[in-house]
Structure formats: structure tokens, C-alpha cells
């Protein structure tokens, strides 16, 4: 069975410009969460989807952040326009249901900023 | 917010040894379950051990086992037997139906 899917796995882009990152839970996981995770620290999430609705987005900086899971199952999460702060790995993972059962990560995508 | 606290920013061990990493965690929830994962260097977070809040018994897998103090709201992790291969950041997470959140990780080094 596949695991989490994400791409890229790397990206460096020069400030102001937008990036983009996808992520492909595990097959029949309704929930999937889009975390970041900077050096040497612990993921912080971003925003938790239970199927296509967002029910936890309150740490997304959404005035540059935003993110999609159409059809609930893969997602998107874009930044618009990347800051030098945004160097980071964001990391995807999915879960079975909201409460119950482990996260499974992806590999993360590591993001620098120049 | 639940808030889950490492206390160890790094910890050692000699191979074939046993080390014990600290978690704490704060909740006023009664139904939660507790996780440790390992994220080797530029490798993808893993489980290591699970254990739910309403089991009184600790969780154990192979070399890893956990000692639940939930009165307490403590989680310790004890590796035994360690191996060069268990070097990497362990986090201690927590989830219930509001939150996952995760600590700020223990760097294990393991000393051949």
C-alpha cells in the first residue's frame, strides 16, 4: 500500500514568489493535515481537513497561506508571495478518522527562500 | 491548546544501553491517546509506540516501551537495548478529537 505522497520533495525560490505543494494521503484517509516543521523543532500545524472541509485552520497565516483538498482526498497548500521566514519542511500526513489511530507522514518538502 | 512539553533537548547512549526520554503533556480531556515518533535525519516521521488514555496498561514494542503516568500527565519513552539505528529526533505527541500537537523533539545520539 502507498504511503503519504508529497511533491516536491525540495524547492528554492527567491522571495515574493509563489510556491505550491501537493500532497496524496493514504487511500480512505478522511483526515489530513498539512504541517510545518522548522530545524530542530516539532511540526506545528497548519490546517487539518476532515474530508473537504478545513476544521481547524486557525494557525494558517492566510494572508499569504492557503490550501485546498477538493474532492477530499489530495491537497494543495500555496504560498503567495514566500517570505524568507518560510524556509521550512512542510509536512503532510493523514489519519483514518479525527480522533482515534496514528498519523502517517509523507517525506516533507523542504522549502528554502533565498 | 494542549501544549506537550520534552524537557531534554538531546540525550545520549552507549549502544546496547538503556535511555528513558521525558514527555509531559497538559489536557483537561479524559479521552486522548499518546504517541513517541522518530524522524531519522532527512527521513520521514514514523511511529514507535501508540498508547490510549483509558488503558491502565503501559504499551509495549520490542525494544520500546512507555511508562503512563496519566494522573501525573507523563509519557516517558525507555529504549533498551540501543542500537546506532534508534539515533534520530523523537517527538512525543498528542491527540484527541480537538488536537494533535507535538513537542519540540529529543535528539537521541547513540555512541558505538
Known amino acids: 500500500e502507498a504511503g503519504v505522497v508529497q511533491s516536491p520533495r525540495y524547492k528554492i525560490i527567491e522571495k515574493k514568489q509563489p510556491v505550491a505543494f501537493w500532497c496524496n494521503p493514504i487511500?480512505?484517509?478522511?483526515?489530513l493535515y498539512w504541517y510545518l516543521q522548522n530545524l530542530g523543532q516539532g511540526p506545528e500545524l497548519l490546517i487539518r481537513y476532515e474530508n473537504e472541509e478545513a476544521v481547524d485552520d486557525s494557525q494558517l497565516p492566510k494572508d499569504r497561506f492557503s490550501a485546498e483538498r477538493l474532492k477530499g482526498v489530495d491537497s494543495t497548500l500555496k504560498i503567495q508571495p514566500a517570505e524568507l521566514g518560510d524556509s521550512a519542511v512542510y509536512l503532510c500526513?493523514?489519519?483514518?478518522?479525527?480522533?482515534?489511530?496514528?498519523?502517517?507522514f509523507g517525506e516533507g518538502s523542504r522549502l528554502t527562500v533565498l | 491548546a494542549q501544549t506537550v512539553t520534552q524537557s531534554q533537548p538531546e540525550m545520549s547512549v552507549q549502544e546496547a544501553e538503556t535511555v528513558t526520554l521525558s514527555c509531559t503533556y497538559d489536557t483537561s480531556e479524559s479521552d486522548y491517546y499518546l504517541f513517541w515518533y522518530k524522524q531519522p535525519p532527512s527521513r520521514q516521521m514514523i511511529l514507535v509506540i501508540r498508547q490510549e488514555a483509558y488503558k491502565q496498561q503501559n504499551a509495549t514494542e520490542n525494544r520500546f516501551s512507555v511508562n503512563f503516568q496519566k494522573a501525573a500527565k507523563s509519557f516517558s519513552l525507555k529504549i533498551s537495548d540501543s542500537q546506532l539505528g534508534d539515533a534520530a529526533m523523537y517527538f512525543c505527541?498528542?491527540?484527541?478529537?480537538?488536537?494533535?500537537?507535538f513537542g519540540a523533539g529529543t535528539r537521541l545520539t547513540v555512541k558505538p
Open positions: 505527541a498528542y491527540r484527541s478529537v480537538r488536537d494533535m500537537r
Open positions: 500526513a493523514s489519519s483514518l478518522g479525527r480522533s482515534s489511530g496514528e498519523l502517517f
Open positions: 487511500s480512505g484517509h478522511n483526515t
